[in-house]
């Protein structure tokens, strides 16, 4: 194995054959285990002081600055909506861990109102009601990524480093300077479509990737598990009927559902604190809900004649 | 031993407040070197300091606070890596992702990662880089620190792509290099 080839691997410069074949090799052997290891290491260890060394020295910087090229033509429009339904741990949080809000940006959209904010790197983003976008303080360092809860609306600013939109199953990446792409949430369903230029759609539940050309759609529908490319479509219009969970508990979440389905619901005493939700949702049956969090965390349920409906954990 | 160090193991809250402002920065990039997506990286590096609060008492054990830090952010990134790279093998993924993880998988588990944690190797390291010759230097820092793709490092310091691979090869074997008289008096030594 050659030694350039490895260290154009941990570089990243390399393509995926030589990926595969760089990991063929390591596996071959403990040795070659710890060989690769041992520059991986050196390299990573030797980043960390070149970051030292190019914070003392600006001439670096200047230097690397001159490369990056950067135009402020709003380059990109990027639109995506989805409903997403998270399953999170409750942390339980002490007073100084919330400066950790430093490290990762959360902003939301409330109810009922749109909120802009600009990135670091220029890039803006509008987000709908009840959206979230985060990013953290590594945004820009080798790629820029964000991550969406909802509807957001993306002008990005073209770059070197790549922009990506991480949404529970899709990630979207732009590669194109000036595309259009307009997606919207339908029941269970993701969809991005595009307008003009490239984009690639990375599919985590299926593992597929596919690269859009104008006028494509990709349609993603989570309880079908399947997904398929047509001709775009006019945009639709959001749907009015809208029902936001932002890291509720379960009881909390359980109310919500109460009023908006005019049910009641019981829920068994061990679940209590034990899980948390973050979604939203349009227009969904009390039973394609039940469904979800029954997929997303560990509870069943069982609906009761009056009205009635009963929470347990999963057995 | 440092009086950082003694303010964390005394329960010191200011002491943690200006760990975290010192270390926040290299810890995200140890992280993302190995994990590859900066969420994950920052919320491992704030587990990281969640640990180490809890964990205070045990502050005494380590040489010094880099020691202890980084000992439990690699085993963090280790846990991660070992989800991630089932969960991408389990969906069939013979990507890039899954080879990068997985061989940073290996990284993580091999002994040489106390090159990190190792506040005197990383003094050597650090005189190694300042001593690299100028253009293996430039290259190595626009590449590393900046993660510029080879062909914008040729197209800025007006070279070709094959002397930009050249000057990175040469930059790392001459760390390695340098590093090794460094290691022959250690526990372990980087084999040519």
Same mark, same amino acid.
């Given at each position: 194995?050659?030694?350039?080839?490895?260290?154009?691997?941990?570089?990243?410069?390399?393509?995926?054959?030589?990926?595969?074949?760089?990991?063929?090799?390591?596996?071959?052997?403990?040795?070659?285990?710890?060989?690769?290891?041992?520059?991986?290491?050196?390299?990573?260890?030797?980043?960390?002081?070149?970051?030292?060394?190019?914070?003392?020295?600006?001439?670096?910087?200047?230097?690397?600055?001159?490369?990056?090229?950067?135009?402020?033509?709003?380059?990109?429009?990027?639109?995506?909506?989805?409903?997403?339904?998270?399953?999170?741990?409750?942390?339980?949080?002490?007073?100084?861990?919330?400066?950790?809000?430093?490290?990762?940006?959360?902003?939301?959209?409330?109810?009922?109102?749109?909120?802009?904010?600009?990135?670091?790197?220029?890039?803006?983003?509008?987000?709908?009601?009840?959206?979230?976008?985060?990013?953290?303080?590594?945004?820009?360092?080798?790629?820029?990524?964000?991550?969406?809860?909802?509807?957001?609306?993306?002008?990005?600013?073209?770059?070197?480093?790549?922009?990506?939109?991480?949404?529970?199953?899709?990630?979207?990446?732009?590669?194109?300077?000036?595309?259009?792409?307009?997606?919207?949430?339908?029941?269970?369903?993701?969809?991005?479509?595009?307008?003009?230029?490239?984009?690639?759609?990375?599919?985590?539940?299926?593992?597929?990737?596919?690269?859009?050309?104008?006028?494509?759609?990709?349609?993603?529908?989570?309880?079908?598990?399947?997904?398929?490319?047509?001709?775009?479509?006019?945009?639709?219009?959001?749907?009015?009927?809208?029902?936001?969970?932002?890291?509720?508990?379960?009881?909390?979440?359980?109310?919500?559902?109460?009023?908006?389905?005019?049910?009641?619901?019981?829920?068994?005493?061990?679940?209590?604190?034990?899980?948390?939700?973050?979604?939203?949702?349009?227009?969904?049956?009390?039973?394609?809900?039940?469904?979800?969090?029954?997929?997303?965390?560990?509870?069943?349920?069982?609906?009761?004649?009056?009205?009635?409906?009963?929470?347990?954990?999963?057995? | 031993?440092?009086?950082?160090?003694?303010?964390?193991?005394?329960?010191?809250?200011?002491?943690?407040?200006?760990?975290?402002?010192?270390?926040?920065?290299?810890?995200?990039?140890?992280?993302?070197?190995?994990?590859?997506?900066?969420?994950?990286?920052?919320?491992?590096?704030?587990?990281?300091?969640?640990?180490?609060?809890?964990?205070?008492?045990?502050?005494?054990?380590?040489?010094?606070?880099?020691?202890?830090?980084? %000992?439990?952010?690699?085993? &963090?990134?280790?846990?991660?890596?070992?989800?991630?790279? @089932?969960?991408? +093998? #389990? $969906?069939?993924?013979?990507?890039?992702?899954?080879?990068?993880?997985?061989?940073?998988?290996?990284?993580?588990?091999?002994?040489?990662?106390?090159?990190?944690?190792?506040?005197?190797?990383?003094?050597?390291? %650090?005189?190694?880089?300042? &001593?690299?010759?100028?253009?293996?230097?430039?290259?190595? @820092?626009?590449? +590393? #620190? $900046?993660?510029?793709?080879?062909?914008?490092?040729?197209?800025?310091?007006?070279?070709?792509?094959?002397?930009?691979?050249?000057?990175?090869?040469?930059?790392?074997?001459?760390?390695?290099?340098?590093?090794?008289?460094?290691?022959?008096?250690?526990?372990?030594?980087?084999?040519?």
């Amino acid at each position: 194995m050659d030694e350039k080839l490895l260290i154009k691997f941990i570089s990243g410069q390399a393509n995926l054959k030589e990926q595969m074949d760089v990991l063929a090799w390591i596996e071959e052997s403990e040795a070659n285990k710890s060989n690769f290891a041992r520059l991986k290491n050196l390299t990573v260890a030797a980043d960390l002081v070149a970051e030292d060394y190019s914070k003392k020295s600006t001439k670096e910087r200047s230097v690397v600055r001159s490369v990056i090229r950067w135009s402020l033509r709003a380059a990109a429009l990027l639109v995506l909506g989805f409903s997403v339904f998270n399953y999170g741990k409750h942390h339980e949080k002490n007073s100084w861990i919330e400066s950790s809000k430093e490290q990762i940006t959360e902003i939301s959209a409330p109810m009922g109102e749109s909120v802009s904010l600009t990135l670091p790197d220029g890039s803006t983003v509008k987000l709908n009601s009840g959206s979230t976008l985060k990013f953290s303080k590594l945004f820009g360092y080798k790629e820029r990524s964000v991550s969406l809860n909802g509807e957001g609306y993306f002008v990005v600013n073209k770059s070197n480093k790549r922009f990506i939109v991480k949404t529970s199953d899709l990630d979207i990446t732009v590669l194109g300077t000036t595309f259009n792409i307009s997606a919207y949430e339908e029941d269970k369903t993701i969809s991005a479509s595009l307008y003009e230029g490239h984009i690639a759609v990375f599919n985590q539940s299926l593992s597929e990737r596919i690269n859009l050309n104008p006028n494509d759609c990709y349609s993603y529908n989570k309880t079908s598990r399947r997904s398929s490319v047509k001709s775009v479509n006019k945009e639709r219009d959001w749907i009015e009927n809208y029902f936001i969970a932002d890291s509720d508990n379960i009881e909390v979440f359980a109310r919500k559902i109460e009023r908006k389905y005019k049910v009641t619901i019981l829920i068994d005493s061990a679940l209590t604190g034990k899980c948390v939700y973050t979604g939203a949702f349009k227009g969904e049956s009390l039973k394609e809900i039940l469904d979800n969090m029954a997929l997303a965390s560990p509870i069943k349920y069982e609906i009761k004649k009056d009205n009635i409906v009963r929470i347990y954990p999963k057995p | 031993m440092d009086s950082l160090q003694k303010r964390i193991h005394s329960g010191d809250e200011k002491a943690l407040s200006q760990l975290r402002i010192e270390w926040s920065h290299k810890l995200s990039v140890f992280a993302l070197s190995y994990v590859r997506c900066s969420y994950t990286a920052e919320d491992l590096v704030q587990d990281t300091f969640i640990k180490l609060w809890e964990s205070r008492q045990d502050i005494n054990k380590y040489d010094s606070i880099g020691a202890f830090v980084y %000992t439990i952010l690699k085993n &963090k990134c280790l846990d991660y890596l070992k989800h991630k790279t @089932i969960e991408l +093998r #389990y $969906n069939q993924q013979s990507s890039s992702e899954y080879i990068n993880l997985q061989a940073n998988k290996y990284a993580l588990e091999d002994e040489s990662i106390n090159i990190i944690t190792d506040a005197q190797i990383n003094k050597a390291l %650090t005189d190694a880089v300042r &001593k690299l010759p100028r253009p293996c230097r430039d290259v190595f @820092i626009m590449s +590393r #620190y $900046n993660g510029l793709k080879n062909q914008e490092i040729a197209n800025e310091l007006s070279i070709s792509v094959k002397t930009v691979e050249y000057h990175m090869t040469r930059a790392i074997a001459f760390l390695k290099k340098e590093m090794e008289e460094y290691f022959i008096f250690l526990y372990f030594f980087i084999m040519h």
